[in-house]
Nanobody, 125 residues
Framework: QLQLVDSGGGLVQGVGSLRLACKFS????????MGWFRQAPGKEREFVAA?????????DYADSVKLRFTISRDDGNTTVYLQMNSLKPEDSAVYYC?????????????????WGQGTQVTVSS
């Protein structure tokens, strides 16, 4: 069955960078729009970034990460990435990738049918 495996999280001190990866398997990757979401302790899961199906020529970002984070996809390796630069303590959260069979790049969690297990990102000041 379709599976998403998140990786790349870790501890970053000060203003640093991380690149998250989400490996997709068990389906046709190019049919799916992909998104990244995050959830901090005591808070609801929130949208971070999304990219549409196949060529990924359309993206969307939460205002809080715009110009710092970049979402991309490698259809050959069935992987979606989230490059995170200029990290801030408020970016600390568990990050989840998700797959949308409609192929869009929605901000709505309910549009995504499949979810990864999450990867922890901790940014210390």
């Amino acid at each position: 069955q379709l599976q998403l495996v998140d990786s790349g999280g870790g501890l970053v001190q000060g203003v640093g960078s991380l690149r998250l990866a989400c490996k997709f398997s068990g389906g046709t990757f190019t049919w799916y729009g992909m998104g990244w979401f995050r959830q901090a302790p005591g808070k609801e899961r929130e949208f971070v970034a999304a990219i549409n199906l196949r060529s990924g020529d359309r993206t969307d970002y939460a205002d809080s990460v715009k110009l710092r984070f970049t979402i991309s996809r490698d259809d050959g390796n069935t992987t979606v990435y989230l490059q995170m630069n200029s990290l801030k303590p408020e970016d600390s959260a568990v990050y989840y990738c998700a797959a949308d069979r409609s192929g869009g790049y929605s901000r709505d969690l309910d549009e995504y049918e499949y979810w990864g297990q999450g990867t922890q990102v901790t940014v210390s000041s």
